[in-house]
């Protein structure tokens, strides 16, 4: 739904989009109705996506690029950029990162990570978060986070690996059946090559060892072999550089993935509480 704070809001890229959109439509001769009908949305969509009330969604940038772009690709280009607008404002520096980046190191103690999560969990947990957001801004972060997803199976190939707290997995987001199709996917990420999927079991801590009270984290390695630390907690987020920090959280990251249990047992886990959602 189109809202007039969006126009205030709306962040660089959208902007350029809106105002390319406009000027190209403007050449063709055509009104908004015109290009609505081209586009396959009504002429007040195509209004929203010009004034910026209602920023192009990832569909629409699609669509303009096959009715616009006359080859330019500019479009499509844009789709990377401006679902970063999307994103809440601690997550931008992070986010072009875990696009481009060839390695991540995922620690996750509250909920599924992001990257990890099917559309119902998503739509779950972001719609039922505090402050409630509007039902379009739900769809809009929701869209934004499966888009992320393409991480998977981009080229050059990233490889991910995802430690996660058992309790993540027995917290109950939305509904039993949200949750099967959760353990499910997660089973199926499980079983890509260029993933590794390990459960932090619950009673590790009875070995008089816990590496993970510190809280989640992400390593990631850059296509330029940086390596980089991001943490984020309470809508904050803290992107770290400092070598040295950066090195003492892949040791603390190390200890963490040595005290969950292995992939296969990891998996066999999942698939066994996968079938006690009922």
């Known amino acids: 739904m189109a809202r007039a704070e969006n126009k ?9 989009v809106a105002d390319i959109a406009r000027r190209m439509r403007a050449r063709k001769g055509w009104t908004q109705e015109q290009l609505g009908r081209e586009l396959g949305y009504t002429a007040a969509a195509v209004s929203a996506m010009e004034t910026c009330a ?15 772009g006359d080859g330019t690709g500019i479009f499509e280009q844009a789709r990377e950029y401006v679902r970063l607008d999307t994103y809440p404002a601690q997550f931008k520096n992070y986010a072009l990162l875990e696009q481009k980046a060839v390695g991540l190191h995922l620690y996750a103690t509250l909920v599924v990570h992001g990257l990890f999560q099917t559309e119902e969990y998503a739509r779950a947990l972001i719609g039922g978060g505090y402050p409630p957001l509007p039902e379009d801004r739900v769809e809009e972060l929701v869209e934004a986070r499966m888009a992320r997803r393409a991480l998977f199976v981009r080229e050059p190939v990233a490889l991910v690996e995802l430690v996660l707290e058992e309790s993540v997995l027995r917290r109950t987001i939305g509904s039993h059946e949200v949750m099967r199709g959760q353990m499910r996917h997660l ?11 390990q459960v932090l079991p619950r009673d590790c801590g009875l070995s008089g060892e816990y590496a993970g009270g510190h809280g989640e984290m992400t390593l990631v390695a850059t296509p330029e072999h940086d390596h980089l630390v991001y943490l984020e907690s309470q ?14 959280y892949s040791q603390r ?9 292995d992939p296969r047992e990891s998996l066999g886990l999942i698939q066994q509480l996968a079938g006690e959602q009922r």
Do not use: F, H, W
């Not at 205030?8 to 350029?16: C, K």
């Not at 209602?54 to 616009?68: F, I, R, T, Y």
């Not at 809508?235 to 003492?248: A, T």
């Open 54 to 68: 209602q920023p192009a969604s990832d569909a629409m940038l699609v669509k303009l690029e096959q009715v616009l």
């Open 187 to 197: 089973a199926e990420c499980a079983r890509r090559r260029n993933v590794t999927l």
């Open 253 to 261: 990251y190390a200890r963490i993935r040595a005290q969950a249990l």
């Open 235 to 248: 809508e904050e987020s803290l992107l770290i550089k400092d070598q040295g920090k950066v090195s003492r």
């Open 8 to 16: 205030e809001t709306a962040g660089p890229t959208t902007r350029l």
